[in-house]
Nanobody, 126 residues
Framework: QLRLVESGGGLVQVGGSLKLNCEVFGRTFNRYRNTVAWFRQAPGKERVFVASIRWESGTTAYEDSVKGRFTISRDNAKLTLELQMNSLKPEDTATYFC?????????????????WGQGTQVTVSS
């Protein structure tokens, strides 16, 4: 069993920055096979992919609207995931979730991920 705990959300003005963190707890996390990702869900909308990183290789993927603004990274020693968000826009307002899955084939597909955090709220005010 794994447990993911997000932190770092909050209220920020348009153009500002936030860094989200996600700690991974549990002995079954496999650095060689697991992918970790961030998804977000705005009120009344479905949960959508934001970014992912394959833990071993560091290979990243981003949803088009966040490319060049968001950066996903992981700390192998601390077993934490980060999402640096810059140039924030009102449309970035959502609850952000971190997730992990083993042997993920298609990183933007939420059903590929087995474990999810509770989410952290990000609000961008104009």
């Amino acid at each position: 069993q794994l447990r993911l705990v997000e932190s770092g959300g909050g209220l920020v003005q348009v153009g500002g920055s936030l860094k989200l963190n996600c700690e991974v707890f549990g002995r079954t996390f496999n650095r060689y096979r697991n992918t970790v990702a961030w998804f977000r869900q705005a009120p009344g909308k479905e949960r959508v992919f934001v970014a992912s990183i394959r833990w071993e290789s560091g290979t990243t993927a981003y949803e088009d609207s966040v490319k060049g603004r968001f950066t996903i990274s992981r700390d192998n020693a601390k077993l934490t995931l980060e999402l640096q968000m810059n140039s924030l826009k009102p449309e970035d307002t959502a609850t952000y979730f971190c997730a992990t899955g083993r042997d993920v084939v298609s990183t933007p597909v939420s059903s590929e991920y087995d474990y999810w955090g509770q989410g952290t709220q990000v609000t961008v005010s104009s």
